[in-house]
Each structure stands twice: as structure tokens, then as C-alpha cells.
């Protein structure tokens, strides 16, 4: 169950003018894959404000590579480093997704999150 507004459009800590609806939440990563194909599915609504959000309420989530992950990445044949694509999945389908790598800014996503970035060797974050 969740706690919703008087029409159901955010969700908010109970109290006066809010009521109880069930509903369910997969991770994005989850939701990336199942929505498509479960058209009754959907979201749950956004906090009225971010003060009601916890940390467990992530809006996105990384699908490739996963955390910890060890790549390889080819050389072309023209003798470059090929291009590693990174790609993670949103709740909110208008989010512009800005990425960076070790803190150097690779550019933006906007509705297919999907970034292609040459990787130099080593541990990334």
C-alpha cells in the first residue's frame, strides 16, 4: 500500500488529505524490461516533495556493466580501442541522464539511455 494526494497524481507521508492505494514498484532495470510487455503496469507516482523520498527510492539503475565489472574491450581493426556501451534504465521517461566517468563529463541520454565511450585501462568509477 501507499500513501497518495486526494486524485492519486503524488505519493506523501499519510495525514490529512491523503489516502491508502496498493500498487507495486519493480527496479528500473526490472520495469526496463517488464513494462514493454505488461501494458497494465504502472509506475508508481512521484513524491510530492524529495523530502519524502528515502534512499532505497532510486529513479535509476545501471544495466551494463553492472557494478564490479570486469571488461574487455577489442581493438578495432583499424588498431583503436573499440567503445564500450554503457546503458541503464529510468523510471522517468523525459529524464535527461548526464554521464561522466571518473569525473569527466561524457555527455547526455535522453529516453534510450545508451552512451558509447572509449575506456581507457584501468578501475573506473
Known amino acids: 500500500m501507499i500513501t497518495v494526494d486526494t486524485d492519486a497524481s503524488h505519493r506523501v507521508p499519510p495525514g490529512p488529505g491523503s489516502h491508502q492505494v496498493s500498487g507495486f514498484s519493480l527496479p528500473p ?46 581493438v578495432q581493426l583499424n588498431g583503436e580501442l573499440g567503445r564500450v556501451v554503457f546503458q541503464l534504465a529510468h523510471q522517468r521517461t523525459d529524464a535527461t541522464v548526464h554521464w561522466d566517468l571518473d569525473g569527466k563529463y561524457l555527455g547526455s541520454t535522453q529516453r534510450e539511455h545508451r552512451l558509447a565511450s572509449v575506456v581507457p585501462d584501468g578501475e573506473h568509477t
Request: glycine content about 4%; hydrophobic content about 35%; overall charge negative.
Open 29 to 74: 532495470a526490472m520495469e526496463y524490461y517488464y513494462a514493454p510487455t505488461h501494458p497494465a503496469y504502472r509506475t508508481l507516482p512521484p513524491w510530492l516533495d524529495a523530502d519524502g523520498a528515502t534512499s532505497a527510492q532510486r529513479p535509476m539503475q545501471m544495466i551494463y556493466p553492472e557494478q564490479g565489472a570486469t571488461l574487455f574491450v577489442p
